[in-house]
C-alpha cells in the first residue's frame, strides 16, 4: 500500500498567519491527491482535490500544489474557523490511504 | 445530500456487527460509497468501497477477509459486515459518498463501535 507521511504532525500558528503542510507519498501518485479538514467530533470535510481544485465552497485562501510525490496545503491567511485538523487522502490505487494528520492549534 | 450511519454499538471479540449507512437526497445507486474509520483520538482509515453497482469493492489490508462491505440499491443503503472483530477495530465509522467529485465528499455522521469482553 501507498504510505503517506505529513509534516509537520501539529503546528501552532496565529490568526493571519500563512500555514503549509506537506504530504510525501511512498511512490509517485500523479495528481490523485485530496485535502481534507476535521474539527472535533465532526465528519471530515473535502477541502481540496485533484491536487489543486477546491472545492464548491471553500474559501480561496486554501490552496493545493504538487505532484508526484510531494504536496502540499497551504492557508494564505489562517482565519480562526481554520484551526483543526488537516489529512490528505491518495487516491491512486487501492488501497487508499490517508496521512496521519496535522493538527493546526493556536499560538 | 444526506448519509445517516447506523449499527454501532458494543461488541465482544471475535464476534460480528452490522454496520448500514442509508443515503436520501441523491440518486444513490448512481455513486460509489466509502467506509472510513476513526480510533479515538488518532487519524483516518480508509476502509473499503464499493461501486455503484456493487460489483467492485476493494478493501485496506486491515481488515480484508474480516469485514464485508455491500450495497442494496433498492434500499438506498450500504452495509459493513464486520465479522472476527478485535479490539484495535474500536473506533468511530463514517461513511462517505463520492457524489460530486471522485473523492468522498459526502459523509455520514458517524457511529461509534467498541469491541469489549
Known amino acids: 500500500a501507498i504510505q503517506m507521511t505529513q509534516s509537520p504532525s501539529s503546528l501552532s500558528a496565529s490568526v493571519g498567519d500563512r500555514v503549509t503542510i506537506t504530504c510525501r507519498a511512498s511512490q509517485g501518485i500523479s495528481n490523485d491527491l485530496g485535502w481534507y479538514q476535521q474539527k472535533p467530533g465532526k465528519a471530515p470535510k473535502l477541502l481540496i482535490y485533484s491536487v489543486s481544485t477546491l472545492q464548491s465552497g471553500v474559501p480561496s485562501r486554501f490552496s493545493g500544489r504538487g505532484s508526484g510525490t510531494d504536496f502540499t496545503l497551504t492557508i494564505a491567511s489562517l482565519q480562526p474557523e481554520d484551526f483543526a485538523t488537516y489529512y490528505c487522502l491518495q487516491d491512486n490505487s487501492y488501497p487508499w490511504t490517508f496521512g496521519q494528520g496535522t493538527t493546526v492549534d493556536v499560538k | 445530500v444526506q448519509l445517516v450511519d447506523s449499527g454501532g454499538g458494543v461488541v465482544q471479540p471475535g464476534k460480528s456487527l452490522r454496520l448500514a449507512c442509508e443515503g436520501s437526497?441523491?440518486?444513490?445507486?448512481?455513486?460509489?460509497m466509502h467506509w472510513v474509520r476513526q480510533a479515538p483520538g488518532k487519524g483516518l482509515e480508509w476502509l473499503a468501497v464499493v461501486s455503484y453497482d456493487g460489483n467492485k469493492k476493494y478493501y485496506a489490508n486491515s481488515v480484508k477477509g474480516r469485514f464485508t462491505i455491500s450495497r442494496d440499491n433498492s434500499m438506498n443503503t450500504m452495509y459493513l459486515q464486520m465479522d472476527s472483530v478485535r479490539p484495535e477495530d474500536t473506533a468511530v465509522y463514517f461513511c462517505a459518498g463520492t457524489i460530486g467529485t471522485d473523492y468522498p465528499d459526502f459523509w455520514g455522521q458517524g457511529t461509534l463501535v467498541i469491541v469489549s469482553s
Open positions: 437526497g441523491f440518486t444513490f445507486r448512481g455513486y460509489g
